[in-house]
């Protein structure tokens, strides 16, 4: 903490970097992924696949959410979370 204090300008430059490589790079290319596993969230939300039923009872998801292993696979924690809470809110 103290060497951000007294070395302002270098920790100034890192954030303006770190903000421009977010801005540049991992926005545009994670926007369109979101955008389609939303998609095919909505899509594929309440269709069950027989491939995938034993996964979704060993994760405990109810029937018909097995679909939304897809884009959680393919998108990591975050997506699959989302997609779990989509499901849960069309529930209720």
Same mark, same amino acid.
């Not at 034993?54 to 997506?79: K, T």
């Given at each position: 903490? /103290?060497?951000?204090?007294?070395?302002?300008?270098?920790?100034?430059?890192?954030? #303006?970097?770190?903000?421009?490589?977010?801005?540049?790079? +991992?926005?545009?290319?994670?926007?369109?992924?979101? +955008?389609?596993?939303?998609?095919?969230?909505?899509? /594929?939300?309440?269709?069950?696949?027989? +491939?995938? #039923?034993?996964?979704? #009872?060993?994760?405990?998801?109810?029937?018909?959410?097995?679909?939304?292993?897809?884009?959680?696979?393919?998108?990591?924690?975050? +997506?699959?979370?989302?997609?779990?809470?989509?499901? #849960?809110?069309?529930?209720?």
């Amino acid at each position: 903490m /103290l060497a951000l204090i007294l070395d302002g300008r270098t920790a100034i430059d890192g954030a #303006r970097q770190g903000i421009e490589l977010c801005l540049r790079t +991992v926005i545009p290319s994670l926007f369109p992924f979101f +955008v389609l596993s939303i998609l095919l969230t909505s899509s /594929l939300l309440g269709s069950s696949l027989a +491939v995938l #039923r034993p996964l979704g #009872r060993l994760f405990g998801m109810p029937d018909g959410a097995e679909s939304l292993l897809i884009p959680a696979f393919l998108g990591g924690y975050p +997506v699959g979370a989302v997609s779990y809470t989509h499901l #849960r809110a069309h529930e209720t």
